[in-house]
């Protein structure tokens, strides 16, 4: 609802009535436009104004025009003739009428008004109009037929219509005046109407006769006579004459033969194969059991039943199935004694099973294996009963007088093979485990176990409580991918470090991964920022801090395996990464523990920047610190050392060899991840040995930073300071040959990069000098009015100032006018509210009315 529309005072009614000489005499309607100064000569238009006459008089313009628009919007009371040409007064009536007949054809025509059955167009069929067929008033000539259409014979009539009694009798009347016969009667007649029929009806079936006779004789001597046509030709002759199939017609044959496309498997959902894997576990555990208890287990192949296809599978058995199974073996039925030595043959592969099992070191490849290799067993055992199904059943009809074969009896074991399939039992995994509660629960679940039988628990392990087996199994299966960082790590922490374990566990950490990433991100995030919270605080106290320990190298190893190394900002492998920075930086080198740590580190550096090719200065400088601690002579070094290393000192001549003959035996060998947890070197060829394998896996780690950054720009200055050391200060040395080869390819590789980026240098050509104005005199009278040069010019200004003072005015009325439209829509919403509010409480009024006059009715009732 809008507001109220405002009061008129009593000013604005007296001013309505006042004249304008009367506004004009009254001083406050009256406005006195100041000048600034007085100019002689000049007349002044506008010195008073009336702003009230002004606006009223903007009012009433605008309600006589703007309103009148306003209130016309939308409307529409002329009728506007709009056909074609009317109002061209060049066309003639003719061509109007011509156009218009043209245009309204094509409209008839379009594809809308396909089915549109307009009343000027004629229909027709097969040339006649419809509407002329309509009328019915077609006239049957005498002409067009013959005199004996549409007549009907008396016995006709009289056999179906059975009302030809007059017939008949006219019929009979005629007979006798032409024969002087009698009558018949109506059934005599009726019956040699009958007989007529019959005998039509066999002299049709003799002509039938005598015509497949005649045929069959005409077929007979014309094959007398082909044969007799027919030239036969030798073998020889024909095998000659045979014309050769051309290749389309071999083509064709051949795909005739080929082999038609079976229909594979459905493929199985990750949720069926996991199901699948669940079941096959539980099975062979429950197998396990029956073995552990001294049960007989009871083969697949044997426990096989195969059912009639008549059978209701109600359970009523009449005989057993101990029918002997037909094998068919080197040309032999082989009945009885080829079952025999196959389940003997199977009991001994049951034993070697299990006792292959009993050892340390069995495999989930050969489990897997074996269980392969039982199912392989049963489809061939099912396979050859369903092959000789149809062959017994031949053999059941022919011999049905025959006896039945006498069941072959089970095979018994002893005391001491049930004893021993118990302990073979108990000395297996279990098939299916539970999934751990805490960390302590996964360590006694793997304690005890070879590496291969704990990852083989794992893997076991994470079937059994799959997701989509149970609700709670996503849960339980993230909590084990913690637990097994954790045990990880403590591998890594053992004296020795149970390196191979760990290798053997990281694929059941990959699947788990790849399996919960969230899950797995924010576990490898807390420990990364525990590693990286720890070195701060250390660095904070005392200044340094130590090299990180085997546990965290694994842990940054694995996260390089778990995660992708190639984003450009990865929410764990960046983080990593700069916790290997920040390692190598900040870490000094006091040892050979240190060092070893620290290539360990480059090492993780190079493989993490090796699809990205992002530039680490932290590796580069790193390397070149080791290089510059196998130098001797450290006076003229040529190159800046970065920190954590020093040009001298304690600690920089760790890599200098304290005898030349330790290169002699010296072999290059990997370096061993064991010793950044504890090395051990009592005396100085084992130091020596050692240093040279750290310059070593140096050297091959700097070959591989040329190849992974040789396309930068600054490849050369980059590798400077490398160049030099290789060049000048470890060439002098006597270093065993492969490392001098070694130091050769990187000199060289180094050497014959090309500078790709060339020197600043001037431009050759003469610069162009900036553009010089000469200044414009202008003529410039009194009062500060520029005066143009020309007459256009001044033409040219006068209109620019027009067009300005027309745009503001337009600007100005336009905003009035956007003023009075907006009053106008309000006072018609006020008008509008007014009235409903009126209404309503008449209603309002009238209701209360009702009220109480049934109020008052009522109680004059009590």
Known sequence: MGKAPKKRSLADKVRKTKTSSE??????????????????????????????????????????????????????????????????????????????????????????????LNEEEELTHYGQSLAEMEKFNDVVNSDDESEEKGLLSAELTASHFGGGGGLLRKKALGEEEEGGQRAKSRQELIEELIQKSKQEKRERQVQREEAQELTEKLDQDWKNIQSLMVKKTPKADKQEEKPKLEEYDMMVRELGFEMKAQPSEKMKTPEELAKEEREKLQKLEADRLRRMMGEEVVEGAQSQIHFSADDLNDGFILDKHDKKTLAYQDGKWNMGEEEEEEDEAEDEEGEGESSEEQESDAEEDEVEEEEEEEEEEEEEGSGEDDGHSDLESEQESENEEEEEASPKPKKTLSKEEVKAQQEAAKAELPYTFAAPESYNDLKDMLRGHTSDNQRLIVARTQKSNHPSLAVGNKLKLQKLFGFLLEYI??????????????????????????????????????ILGDAAHSMEETLEVKGHAAFPTLDMLIYLKVTALLFPTSDFRHPVTTPALLFISQALTKCPVRSLQDLTSGLVLCSLGVEYVSFSKRFLPELINFLVGTLHLAVQDKASLGYIVVPPFRASGKYSDLLVLSSSESCRSWSKKSLPLSATQQLDLENDPDRDTHRLTCLSTCLDLVKRCCLLYKDLPSFTHIFQPIRTLL?????????????????????????????????????????????????????????????GSTREEREKERLKHKYKREFKGALREIRKDSRFLAREKLNEVMNRDAERKRKVKELMGSLATQEGEWKSLKRKKK
């Open 23 to 116: 506004i004009k005499n009254n001083p406050f309607e009256v406005k006195i436009n100041r000048k600034k100064f007085d100019v002689l000569g000049r007349k002044s238009k506008h010195d008073v104004g009336l702003p009230g006459v002004s606006r009223s008089k903007a009012v009433n313009k605008r309600k006589e025009t703007l309103l009148k628009e306003y209130k016309q919007k939308n409307r529409c009371s002329k009728f506007i003739d709009r056909r074609f040409g009317e109002y061209d007064t060049k066309m003639a009536p003719e061509d109007k009428i011509l156009q218009r007949f043209t245009m309204e054809r094509q409209r008839v025509h379009e594809k809308k008004d396909v089915y549109n």
């Open 727 to 787: 060049s000048k200060h470890l060439s002098t040395q006597t270093l065993p040959e492969p490392l001098q080869e070694l130091s050769s390819e990187i000199v060289e590789a180094i050497s014959s990069t090309p500078v790709t980026q060339s020197a600043l240098v001037f431009d050759k050509r003469k610069p162009i000098p900036l553009k010089l104005l000469t200044p414009k005199i202008v003529e410039v009278l009194d009062y500060g009015k520029k005066r």
């Open 489 to 526: 790590g403590e591998l890594a922490t053992r004296s020795p470090p149970e390196l191979s374990t760990i290798d053997k566990l990281i694929p059941e950490v990959y699947a788990l991964c790849q399996m919960f990433p969230d899950a797995a991100c924010k576990a490898m995030q807390s």
